[in-house]
């Protein structure tokens, strides 16, 4: 009797562990779907009321990116470049876009490869070479480091603090930032090694002590995707000029209200 029962738990053991095992393997490979959600649509049927060009930025490796770009003044006005987040397109921006119109401020937001009809497949370097790509675009309409402010919506904060690294730029907008993917990740699945098996990393926590330029941060204390406490770190271990915007009822899709643009415009008046 004793002996059937241990064999019977040693198969229950190894069921288990082929289960776990069978787990991890599909999180290795489908990680990346699990991640990058170009299809999610919450536009809200927002109808766009600044004007915009929409353009085709190149990579260098021959991948055109769907742009949208406001150009008001661009010897008197500093250029924000807007790196979105891992999901949706362009069109769920339009509810923060329209508020840029009453800013001093011109404009470039990209659509990641693999969104809003671009080709590729989104991967941390590939994202990475996007926004490089974005960022060379507007250098060659005559848009200077000292004049260029780029803005991370959630996974795009990755992206603007890897490249706003050692450089010049005039002003860094974080949205709901993360410390690091691993860590975002922990958080979904705290019972997987996430840190051995997540390919795309974006280690913010690191990279953002290497940025001088002034850095706004800004974050909602209930936000259920990325915890507060990352954003709240992130702030916590910037380098000085720093600005926060932390709310106590916002979700990490930041209601653009009175008080954020409010802070925005402040930060933006800031950098004059």
């Known amino acids: 009797?004793?002996?059937?029962?241990?064999?019977?738990?040693?198969?229950?053991?190894?069921?288990?562990?082929?289960?776990?095992?069978?787990?991890?393997?599909?999180?290795?490979?489908?990680?990346?779907?699990?991640?990058?959600?170009?299809?999610?649509?919450?536009?809200?049927?927002?109808?766009?009321?600044?004007?915009?060009?929409?353009?085709?930025?190149?990579?260098?490796?021959?991948?055109e990116l769907l742009g949208w770009y406001h150009e008001k003044n661009l010897k008197e006005y500093k250029t924000l470049i807007y790196f979105h987040g891992n999901a949706g397109s362009l069109e769920n921006r339009i509810h923060k876009l329209n508020h840029f119109q009453d800013m001093n401020i011109n404009f470039l937001i990209i659509a990641w490869r693999g969104f809003s009809g671009n080709n590729g497949k989104p991967s941390e370097q590939g994202l990475y070479e996007d926004g490089k790509s974005a960022i060379n675009w507007l250098a060659k309409k005559g848009v200077d480091e000292k004049n260029l402010i780029l803005y991370g919506e959630s996974l795009g904060t990755g992206v603007a603090t890897h490249l706003a690294q050692n450089k010049n730029y005039a002003g860094i907008i974080l949205e709901t930032p993360f410390t690091s993917m691993v860590d975002a990740a922990k958080t979904f699945y705290p019972y997987i090694p996430v840190n051995l098996l997540l390919k795309d990393k974006f280690e913010n926590y690191k990279k953002i002590k290497n940025i001088n330029s002034p850095i706004l941060v800004m974050h909602g204390e209930i936000d259920q995707i990325v915890p507060f406490f990352m954003g709240k770190k992130i702030y916590e271990i910037a380098n000085e000029p720093k600005y926060s915007y932390f709310t106590n009822y916002d979700n990490h899709m930041m209601e653009y209200d009175e008080k954020l643009v409010l802070a925005l415009k402040s930060f933006l008046k800031s950098l004059n």
Do not use: A, C, W
């Open 1 to 63: 009797m004793l002996k059937k029962l241990r064999k019977n738990l040693l198969q229950l053991v190894l069921i288990i562990f082929l289960l776990y095992l069978s787990v991890l393997v599909f999180l290795y490979f489908y990680q990346r779907s699990l991640l990058y959600h170009p299809n999610e649509n919450n536009y809200s049927g927002d109808k766009i009321s600044v004007d915009i060009k929409k353009v085709k930025i190149k990579t260098s490796d021959n991948i």
